[in-house]
């Protein structure tokens, strides 16, 4: 079903209902559980972070609610640890290769991107079953093609334009992600418009390029100032001299590293309303989402910058403070009792119990 016949069909969002997503957890509360985490990985040597993992989503999941019910997530540790060693092995077996043959290092490279999709569509299948809602879980029915166009293709597609056609990528992305779900035996479906998501481009674009000009003059202006000064690199020892130059080459990328931060940062922040906002459940309920995009690069960086300067410490608390607004600014319009919707959905027959422990029930970390 097309997302905009399923939004036309639908009752206007103004006739609706309005259900907010919410999290109520805190910080004081995940960092007991953080730091714990934190402390079992190093002891084990990493084995811990796979319970790590299903303690971390569990708080986050339970915390976020929706018209009166919450989230639950049901991986357990060992799916994920037994995933993990796996790709641990792939790599080792990458590498020992690699490093005895370059061609045939060459060849296991080509056939790891290739696989890349199948890795990915099954992390997605994987989370998509671990979690429910009211005791109903969700389920991902992509394959491998949407897998290797969404993430493959369309990572070239966005490098190799240096971003211009980043809105196609993403169209792809968030299509093969949101309309390859399903609630229990209810459809999802979404399909972004590309002149909406362009739309989301533009200010993100015209960002760039005026930072990038900024960048430049004030690049040029520190240099001809240093010129200026007869700084002379010569005067000093080789050593020096190469420390001040590499110096000045990471002084000149960081500004470019930022923008491009922030940029990302604030089209992503676009996209996901788009997407979100054109997305429909049974084809009647509808999602919505209204990032500030300018909070929302707020948050992220600032973020960063906490955990940073506390040395990991303030983590909890970011993660927290995140998860509480992008909640904040994602919504459900239901046409007509959610209550009533829920109690005639019903659990999807592909959906595997959770004692399953064959191919399927593998979290691989992608």
Known sequence: MDTQDAAAGAPPRQSMRREQFTFSGTGREYFGIWIVNILLTIVTLGIYSAWAKVRRNRYFYGNTRLAGGSFDYHARPMQILIG?????????????????????????????????????????????????????????????????????????????????????????????????????????????????????????????????????????????????LGFDFEEFSSDFAVAGILAAIYAAFLPFFLLFVLVSLLYSAGARNVALSETVIDGQHLLASHIGRWRYAWIAISNFFATILTLGLARPWAAVRMSRYLASVTMLYSAGSLDDFFSTVKQSEGVVGAEYMDIEGLDFGF
């Open 84 to 228: 993990r060693i796996v790709v641990v092995a792939i790599l080792i077996v990458y590498n020992v290769a690699a490093t005895l043959d370059q061609r045939i290092g060459g060849v296991l490279g080509v056939v790891f991107l290739l696989a890349l999709p199948w890795f990915v569509m099954r992390g997605l299948r994987f989370s998509a079953r671990m979690t429910s809602f009211r005791n109903v879980r969700f389920d991902f029915t992509g394959g491998y093609g949407g897998a290797f166009l969404a993430y493959i293709l369309g990572g070239l597609l966005t490098w190799g334009s240096l971003g211009i056609l980043a809105p196609i990528a993403s169209q792809w992305m968030w299509r093969y992600t949101l309309d390859n779900l399903r609630y229990g035996d209810r459809p999802i479906d979404c399909d972004p418009r590309l002149e909406k998501l362009y739309g989301q481009f533009v200010m993100p674009a015209i960002t760039f390029v005026v930072g990038l000009v900024v960048v430049i003059v004030l690049g040029v202006t520190i240099f001809s100032f240093a010129s200026g």
